[in-house]
């Protein structure tokens, strides 16, 4: 035990020294980056997150300073959230390769405004917090474009849309489904071509629509790729995807749907173009709201997500 024990504090001070030494190959410096994205509700976040590269002593400082206070609705995230996040995007950047532990991770220093949205405060609701807990990477990126444009990705769509229905069936059981999750395009890469209706940073995958209407009795009429929704570029961010669906019931429903971006797409980089923004219909009309829905049977609901911000200028 006491061997084993040994082996492992070896390997995290052989990837502490790792990190470090990836860092001290960067310029010492600030670098400053800022997403803007709106959430369910309209409600329009704003992250800023300005990156301190201290090579000689191996450390960066991801500061949240200037990003948006607390929100009404569930959408504040906590700061040990916010500070996994921050630091898997620093990580995917400056040294991949190594593994993640105490070693690796700990030259990445993450601070925020106490009660900001990304460290928020008891009793700030916090239920939605992927909302914005996955756009945390999307201001850090930008700003490491200023130190290794060739290793960061634009703007993806950032959080999944999270789907949540609430009914009875044909014979009157009533049913509630689990959360289930769609994703909309990557942001583009420097040098490879996009990845469509994928997500970044969690790595959510969707639930088969096989098993969905298996469980439950819902009907989709169409789930494909929204075709041209990423953004323009040298590399065009990836496409969204269109889904749509009715429940196969006779009584009223309940929808609970999380979009984001729906005013405006992801960011290009380097002078690429946005993304498409999304879109939600109920029976051909706009709807945006962080609440229940009610719904009537034959409703139909389609949901096109946002697409990925192009790399680039185009060619």
């Known amino acids: 035990m006491r061997s084993r024990r040994f082996h492992c504090r070896k390997h995290i001070a052989a990837h502490h020294q790792a990190s470090r030494k990836a860092i001290r190959k960067l310029p010492s410096g600030v670098s400053h980056g800022e997403s803007k994205f709106d959430t369910p509700g309209g409600e329009v976040v704003t992250l800023r997150a300005s990156i301190t590269v201290d090579a000689d002593a191996g450390e960066i400082v991801v500061d949240f300073a200037g990003s948006s206070g607390p929100s009404k609705t569930g959408i504040n995230v906590v700061m040990n959230y916010t500070h ?21 991770l700990a030259p990445i220093k993450v601070v925020a405004p106490k009660g900001c949205i990304v460290n928020c405060d008891y009793p700030a609701p916090v239920n939605a917090r992927h909302v914005v807990g996955m756009w945390v990477p999307m201001p850090i990126l930008k700003a490491l474009y200023q130190v290794m444009p060739m290793r960061v990705i634009a703007e993806g769509a950032g959080a999944v849309w999270t789907v949540q229905i609430q009914g009875s069936r044909a014979d009157g059981e009533s049913f509630t489904s689990s959360v289930f999750n769609y994703s909309g395009g990557m942001g583009a890469r420097a040098r490879k071509p996009r990845l469509d209706a994928t997500c970044f940073p969690a790595g959510v995958s969707a639930v088969p629509i096989e098993i969905l209407e ?53 960011d290009g980089l380097a002078g690429a173009a946005r993304g498409l923004a999304g879109s939600c219909l109920i029976n051909g009309k706009a709807f945006s709201d962080s609440k229940k829905i009610a719904m009537s ?15 680039g200028k185009p060619l």
């Open 84 to 104: 996994a996040y921050a630091a898997l995007a620093v990580r995917a950047c400056l040294n991949p390769e190594v593994p993640n532990n105490h070693g690796s």
């Open 214 to 266: 298996a469980a439950m009795p819902i009907v989709f009429g169409q789930k494909m790729l929204r075709k041209g929704s990423g953004g323009a570029g040298a590399f065009r961010g990836g496409d969204g995807q269109v889904i749509s669906f009715r429940m196969n019931t006779e009584h009223p429903w309940i929808l609970n749907v999380s979009p984001v971006c729906l005013i405006e797409g992801p």
């Open 297 to 311: 049977p034959g409703d139909w609901v389609v949901l096109e997500t946002p697409g990925g911000g192009g790399y």
